[in-house]
T-cell receptor
Framework: DAKTTQPNSMESNEEEPVHLPCNHS???????IHWYRQLPSQGPEYVIH???SNVNNRMASLAIAEDRKSSTLILHRATLRDAAVYYC??????????FGTGTRLTIIP | ETGVTQTPRHLVMGMTNKKSLKCEQHLGHNAMYWYKQSAKKPLELMFV???????ENNSVPSRFSPECPNSSHLFLHLHTLQPEDSALYLC???????????????FGSGTQLSVL
């Protein structure tokens, strides 16, 4: 199974962009890259996903490296409500999502 | 409003009690999941249901008994639990198991369980 590597924690200032990295050097050609986040006392929520091309939605942008061995979740303007644990997950068609330990993002006012 | 509702939000039970966790999804999804999240550990997949049929049981002890009476409801029946079973129990749904990759999982807020 392809694995992901994320920093344990990151800090960012409020109202500034945040770039959350994820390495997945053993990704295969059909693996989707998913991002979820878990706010305090909540279940995880879907943020974004992609396969090969960069993706944008109302929550974030996903930048995928050309070789697909890494990706970056971009929050364009962080707010205090973005403080959460962010999970980068590879989906490889086994009909389940396996969560790692993620990156705990702290937003500094 | 996530479309997946879990009750109760908090539960304290003794080791000899029997209790049930309830999950309801309002999204018209066909697959439902139970995950366990212990303190400082990754989420662990416990059970998967597809069209009300259990399709996966990840070596979960028999003191946890899931039930899926229809595609909108999922229960987790608990009996004779241990203190180490204290955790956040999360329910999730997806359009179907095959669509997981491109449509994702939708989670409830979880039930925080404490076993005394």
């Amino acid at each position: 199974d392809a694995k992901t590597t994320q920093p344990n924690s990151m800090e960012s200032n409020e109202e500034e962009p945040v770039h959350l990295p994820c390495n997945h050097s053993t990704i295969s050609g059909t693996d989707y890259i998913h991002w979820y986040r878990q706010l305090p006392s909540q279940g995880p929520e879907y943020v974004i996903h992609g396969l090969t091309s960069n993706v944008n939605n109302r929550m974030a942008s996903l930048a995928i490296a050309e070789d697909r061995k890494s990706s970056t979740l971009i929050l364009h303007r962080a707010t205090l409500r973005d403080a959460a644990v962010y999970y980068c997950i590879l989906y490889f068609g086994n009909e389940k999502l396996t969560f790692g330990t993620g990156t705990r993002l702290t937003i500094i006012p | 409003e996530t479309g997946v509702t879990q009750t109760p939000r908090h539960l304290v039970m003794g080791m000899t009690n029997k209790k049930s966790l309830k999950c309801e999804q309002h999204l018209g999804h066909n697959a439902m999941y139970w995950y366990k999240q212990s303190a400082k550990k990754p989420l662990e997949l416990m059970f998967v249901y597809s069209l009300e049929e259990r399709v996966e049981n990840n070596s979960v002890p028999s003191r946890f008994s899931p039930e899926c009476p229809n595609s909108s409801h999922l229960f987790l029946h608990l009996h004779t639990l241990q203190p180490e079973d204290s955790a956040l129990y999360l329910c999730a749904s997806s359009q179907d198991r095959q669509a997981l990759g491109w449509m994702g999982l939708f989670f409830g807020s979880g039930t925080q369980l404490s076993v005394l």
